[in-house]
């Protein structure tokens, strides 16, 4: 069974870049027709799907934050990273990490906190 | 953008209640909506997809009703190891997914 696991800096000052990794197990992120995306939920709030890559490289990200995302995958590590630049206080969350087919998010990383504060 | 609401935001029920949740989008999304459930310091869990679809290893005392705009979630029997927060997620307009607000359910 696929497991999932976000890794990074907990702490990001303002202005800078958050990066994030998602290292996948018990399966090849490069096999089967999945999506890999990350997802973000601020403390007592709702969920916020960020963007994802597919098996291909081919991206999509959500509009109020295409001008800051950057996902990537990494095959020879079974990783796929999430870059957001220009961070500020509105980016603190837990940011998940998550596969699915085309249109559900089937397995899910623990989360992992990001605050964002010099 | 699609917008999704739920109601109630939260509720209080009591183990063995019947427990229905609604959710609504701003326009029609066809049977496009997938139902997630949330326990706190937790990822959420995939329980009904496509509106009314039970995934894999769900109990069947979870179900999904709706289409277009107007979908409801159910549960028959609430047992205990099911108070939590309950999401709604359309995928009408992919590759934008929303979800709706959540609705908390406690204990009474």
């Known amino acids: 069974q696929v497991q999932l696991q976000e890794s990074g800096p907990g702490l990001v000052e303002p202005s800078q870049t958050l990066s994030l990794t998602c290292t996948v197990s018990?399966?090849?992120?490069?096999?089967?027709?999945?999506?890999w995306s990350w997802i973000r939920q601020p403390a007592g709030k709702g969920l916020e799907w960020i963007g994802r890559?597919?098996?291909?490289?081919?991206?999509n990200y959500h509009p109020s934050l295409k001008s800051r995302v950057t996902i990537s995958v990494d095959m020879s590590k079974n990783q796929f990273s999430l870059k957001l630049s220009a961070v500020t206080a509105a980016d603190t969350a837990v940011y998940f990490c998550?596969?699915?087919?085309?249109?559900?998010?089937?397995?899910w990383g623990q989360g992992t906190l990001v605050t964002v504060s010099s | 953008d699609i917008q999704m609401t739920q109601s109630p935001s939260s509720l209080s029920a009591s183990v063995g209640d019947r427990v229905t949740i609604t959710c609504q989008a701003s326009?029609?999304?066809?049977?496009?909506l997938n139902w997630y459930q949330q326990k706190p310091g937790k990822a959420p869990k995939l329980l009904i997809y496509?509106?009314?679809n039970l995934e894999t290893g769900v109990p069947s005392r979870f179900s999904g009703s709706g289409s277009g705009t107007d979908f409801t979630f159910t549960i028959s029997s609430l047992q205990p190891e099911d108070f939590a927060t309950y999401y709604c997620?359309?995928?009408?307009?992919?590759?934008?997914?929303?979800f709706g607000p959540g609705t908390k359910v406690d204990i009474k």
């Open positions: 998550a596969r699915g087919p085309y249109n559900t998010f089937v397995s």
């Open positions: 018990g399966g090849s992120i490069s096999s089967g027709r999945y999506y």
């Open positions: 890559i597919y098996t291909s490289g081919s991206t």
């Open positions: 326009q029609d999304i066809h049977n496009y």
């Open positions: 496509d509106a009314s």
């Open positions: 997620q359309q995928f009408d307009n992919v590759p934008l997914f929303t």
